[in-house]
């Protein structure tokens, strides 16, 4: 049986989120894709032995992971908010025998706008089938800043995102055996220090592991990691309760998801956004950066009618002195009242 935890972490330093949809360097997402996480963690992991552990453990189901995404606290009394991927649902007309007056077709027209431009909704309220969308707190701020190419010798402007000291990231982790989450824990925990994300050799993408008690600091990594409980707060209770509800009629993905070759998405009644999603690979063993091959995958917040199990893929295409893994694994959250 498939075993839930949360870890929240806090960053230290400025992040460089891609969005590789838009393909500029001054474009930065608020959170981090499930494979840009795997990618880091499959590079710490070379460092420290654990890469075939890793492996082993995600592509077999045993430890499976979800996107980072965002939480937020008001103050360090009020409940930590748990933030999910919005889901990506068809646009569903009235019938021909209904007619839209103009004020009402003006009005659902705004609303079906607010709804796609907003990413996130509160985990509580999706759990509920709130229709209410609630705006987003501010979770930080986007700023440009200009650096120096030294092979072209040109400069160039770069994105970054700063969270705010009452938010940050979350991660969701699966494991059908417990005794995976300490090693597990080590790398996230030295992930912490090397930092995550682009341009990490400025000190970007740096974090800490918050404890169990909210955001007083650090804690034992041991404690770093709080198991999802019903009897948590609202959303740590909601978040649960979805995570587990896999008989549920909608199945909303919290992670990037690369169907196996006997899975497709007409069969399981697959909606949402395809993202395309390449990158570089560099390691000691290569003189220099190396771009990988590239993969269409459905995007966090797409919906299906079960859970499909996803892959990992190797985008090395054979011209690496090693593999290059692409995390497709899925996660998602059971609801009913879509």
Known sequence: MMEYYLAMLRFKTAVHFGDA???????????????TFYSALCSEASSSGL????????????????????????????????YVPRPSLPHIAKSENEVFDFSEAKESSGERKKIKKQLYVRASDLFSGNQV??????????????????????????????????????????????TDIGWLMRLIYMLGLSGIG????????????????????????????????GNGGDDRAALYKMLVASNAHAQIAMSLLLPTKDETIEASKGYGRMIRRGGF???SDMKSPHHTGSVYMMSEGSCFAERLDGRIADVSGGLLPHPVYKYGKGMYLGVKNL
């Not at 360097?25 to 494979?35: A, G, I, R």
């Not at 979800?66 to 009394?77: A, I, R």
């Not at 341009?199 to 198991?227: M, N, P, T, W």
């Open 21 to 35: 949809s838009i393909g500029n360097l001054t474009d930065v997402l608020p959170m981090c894709h499930s494979d």
């Open 133 to 178: 969308m609630a705006g987003l707190p501010t979770f930080g701020m986007t700023s440009n800043d200009i650096h120096f190419n030294g092979r072209t010798r040109k400069p160039y402007d770069l994105g970054s995102y700063t969270f705010v000291p009452c938010a940050g990231l979350y991660i969701a982790i699966g494991a059908a055996d417990d």
């Open 198 to 229: 682009g341009r990490r050799s400025s000190g970007y993408g740096c974090f800490e592991v918050l404890g169990a008690e909210g955001i007083d600091g650090l804690q034992h990594i041991e404690d770093a990691f709080q198991k999802l409980s």
């Open 281 to 283: 690979a560099y390691s």
């Open 51 to 82: 890469l075939d552990q890793l492996h082993k453990a995600t592509s077999s189901g045993k430890v499976i992971f979800s996107s980072l995404l965002p939480w937020y606290q008001e103050n360090q009394k009020s409940e930590i908010m748990l």
